[in-house]
């Protein structure tokens, strides 16, 4: 069947909206599988920047169905406010779908999240404070509330009230919070949103059946990345969902064989936000050029982002992990004016040399990085169309991460505009 993925193999922030926006334009539907609002995709179209961030990246393409699944995370005011933003953009979101499986993000997840980081102090994990973790785990707990309560009134105040009782005992006592009021929480979900949210719930998951089964390309995509995953991330520095591209078929509602690709993005050096481990960090000069020559700072939140090298044992990990068909590389034009260039090759831990990840988070947090040092190229790439217009060090850098990383790299990109990319491999 033709399912596509679009799945992040770094920390996040590779430029995942861009590749599904280029990529969406032979598709029909765009599914995004996983997480909240706490992840933004920028998208540049003919000039102009559209930050998202519940609202799939296919939305930019009249023809595209954007379908939010049963795995995210929906804070319903973000969603209203986003949805009005793109509409008053010019951006028709008429044909957006929410899945009714999708839990919510309300008031006292955020809160909880709030108080929860800074109680911790230093040993604080840099979450966005916006409620995802927390909402996750009242998903497992099974006292979660889910989008489809928004249609039904009198369910929903009394899951508010049997949540809450639990919830504003845990921020009186804990946190000395008074609390969030059940019935005044109701009263705004019931009056301010569900009105607006309920033409969008759909049956999700028929409609994508349908659709694969009348062989119409449907692409998903996520949020964050691999090494934010809950399981097979840098463990306790990650999300709190799993993004790796076999989450897609549980967030979504479709089986394995759906899918016949599996786009791995990776930009051209590596950057995570935020605390945990980071083999490849520069804390130079070159450093602080990636960020700003990159744009290095966070779509929703502003943080500035720690940057290195590109670190090929994480990428083969990843390849590993979301089973990728191919590489689309991104922000290749961000090491113009670099005259060598690094690449982490294996790690070495202790005296021994790993070219894939330590299988022990111990080993990982101790690793030194094994560098390949390649010429720069000194060439601006903004105006490159084809790849025989790429400076031969560009190409030879491009080629020595595909056999680094086993894949070929079908994609390219050379500037942040809709159409700054490259086909390279055929």
């Known amino acids: 069947m033709p399912g596509s993925i679009v799945v992040g193999t770094q920390w996040g922030d590779e430029g995942k909206g861009r590749i599904v926006d280029v990529v969406a334009k032979e598709c029909l539907h765009v599914v995004r599988y996983q997480g909240g609002h706490n992840a933004g995709h920028r998208i540049v179209v003919d000039g102009e920047a559209f930050a998202l961030q519940l609202v799939p990246s296919g939305v930019m393409y009249d023809h595209v169905t954007p379908i939010i699944g049963n795995g995210v995370v929906v804070n319903p005011w973000v969603l209203l406010e986003e949805i009005d933003i793109l509409t008053r953009r010019g951006v028709d979101c008429s044909r957006l779908m929410l899945s009714p499986a999708a839990h919510l993000v309300l008031p006292y997840h955020q809160i909880a999240d709030e108080l929860a980081e800074a109680q911790r102090g230093d040993a604080k994990l840099d979450t966005t404070k916006r409620g995802i973790g927390p909402a996750y785990a009242d998903k497992a707990a099974r006292v979660g509330l889910r989008v489809e309560d928004l249609l039904e009134p009198m369910t929903l105040r009394a899951r508010l009230i049997s949540v809450l009782d639990d919830r504003n005992q845990y921020l009186r006592m804990v946190h000395d919070h008074p609390g969030i009021d059940p019935d005044e929480l109701a009263d705004k979900l019931v009056t301010e949103v569900a009105p607006r949210i309920a033409p969008l719930i759909g049956d999700t998951v028929g409609w994508l059946h349908e659709a694969l089964h009348a062989g119409e390309r449907v692409l998903f995509e996520g949020a964050q990345a691999t090494f934010l995953d809950l399981d097979h991330g840098t463990y306790p520095f990650v999300t709190s969902s799993n993004p790796v591209a076999g989450f897609a078929l549980v967030g979504s509602g479709i089986g394995p064989g759906a899918i016949d690709q599996v786009i791995g993005i990776a930009k051209a050096y590596t ?146 505009g809709r159409e700054q990319y490259i086909r390279f491999a055929a």
């Open 271 to 416: 950057t995570r936000v935020g605390s945990g481990p980071f083999v490849t960090e520069l804390v130079d000069d070159i450093g602080d050029h990636l960020v700003e020559r990159g744009a290095e700072f966070g779509t929703n939140t502003g943080r500035r982002r720690r940057c290195g090298w590109f670190d090929a044992v994480m990428g083969r990990q990843a390849v590993r992990l979301n089973a990728c068909t191919e590489i689309a590389l991104t922000k290749l034009d961000v090491l113009d004016q670099l005259d060598t260039i690094k690449v982490c090759v294996a790690y070495e831990v202790d005296g021994r040399r790993y070219d894939h990840l330590p299988h022990l988070r111990s080993l990982h947090d101790r690793a030194e990085p094994v560098y390949a040092t390649l010429p720069g190229w000194k060439t601006p790439l903004d105006d490159v169309t084809e790849r025989w217009q790429l400076p031969r060090a560009a190409v030879d850098y491009i080629v020595f991460l595909e056999r680094q990383l086993g894949l070929p790299i079908r994609y390219v990109c050379v500037g942040p």
